[in-house]
């Protein structure tokens, strides 16, 4: 098991002692307008938004959804260890690359799930987690993914869905760097854990009743690509 850092703990507990905090996620939003199609057998895509953990167990409840691995975007490679990423120094974000097929789900479908999943608004922050390491974040991987990840911004902030204004960055062209194993499956293999119960298990409710028909209930394990 992992151990949180003392603040991680300090502010969960803090939560729980106060009730959910008021975060703007799992609410509803407009489907994006822009979603260029794709001829691709498969396609990737890497997002961040706050502790790896969460976000990549709801993606491996996405139909369509291959693969979701946990890792490190935004710094360089000799830095992408969970040790030195969450001192918050190195740039990292902790992200996770997605593989899914276009056939059965849009990129743009991609990003309103992720959108849905957390909180744009908070700022080097999620939730009980503090630190540029937990921004949230898109890593767009090729022209058309970044030019439909700005239209859906600007679509989401024309449409004032959320209270605050949204702090999503756009980062190309940073490479991805798989964490260790043991942060993947990570929500699978421990769903008693204090920090999955109250931060992430919501997620997966709220992904099943925003988008019933792209959950599927058997997770796409990064374990079973190595077998």
């Given amino acids: 098991m992992i151990t949180l850092r003392p603040l991680a703990?300090?502010?969960?507990?803090?939560?729980?002692?106060i009730g959910p905090a008021s975060a703007q996620e799992g609410i509803a939003i407009p489907t994006p307008l822009l979603d260029e199609p794709s001829t691709a057998a498969m396609e990737t895509t890497v997002v961040a938004g706050g502790?790896?953990?969460?976000?990549?167990?709801?993606?491996?409840?996405?139909?369509?959804?291959?693969?979701?691995?946990?890792?490190?975007?935004?710094?360089?490679?000799?830095?992408?260890?969970y040790d030195m990423v969450s001192t918050g120094k190195t740039?990292?974000?902790?992200?996770?690359?997605?593989?899914?097929?276009?056939r059965k789900i849009s990129y743009g479908q991609t990003l309103q799930i992720f959108f849905s999943a957390h909180d744009p608004t908070q700022l080097n922050r999620q939730g009980p987690d503090v630190g540029t390491e937990y921004r949230t974040a898109i890593f767009p991987l090729n022209e058309a993914q970044a030019r439909m990840a700005k239209a859906y911004l600007v679509q989401l902030d024309a449409a004032r869905v959320y209270k605050s204004k949204i702090v999503t960055t756009i980062e190309p062209d940073r490479p991805f760097y798989p964490a260790e194993d043991e942060h993947q499956d990570f929500?699978?293999?421990?769903?008693?854990?204090?920090?999955?119960?109250?931060?992430?298990?919501?997620?997966?409710?709220?992904?099943?009743?925003?988008?019933?028909?792209?959950?599927?209930?058997?997770?796409?394990?990064?374990?079973?690509?190595?077998?």
């Fill in 9 to 17: 703990r300090l502010l969960i507990l803090s939560t729980l002692a």
């Fill in 51 to 81: 502790c790896f953990w969460g976000v990549q167990g709801v993606f491996q409840h996405v139909e369509g959804v291959s693969n979701a691995v946990s890792g490190y975007t935004g710094g360089q490679a000799s830095t992408a260890r």
């Fill in 91 to 102: 740039g990292h974000a902790e992200a996770v690359k997605i593989t899914y097929d276009p």
């Fill in 187 to 227: 929500m699978v293999r421990n769903p008693m854990h204090p920090y999955i119960v109250f931060n992430d298990l919501p997620k997966l409710a709220n992904l099943k009743r925003l988008f019933p028909a792209l959950y599927r209930d058997k997770p796409a394990l990064v374990s079973a690509t190595k077998s």
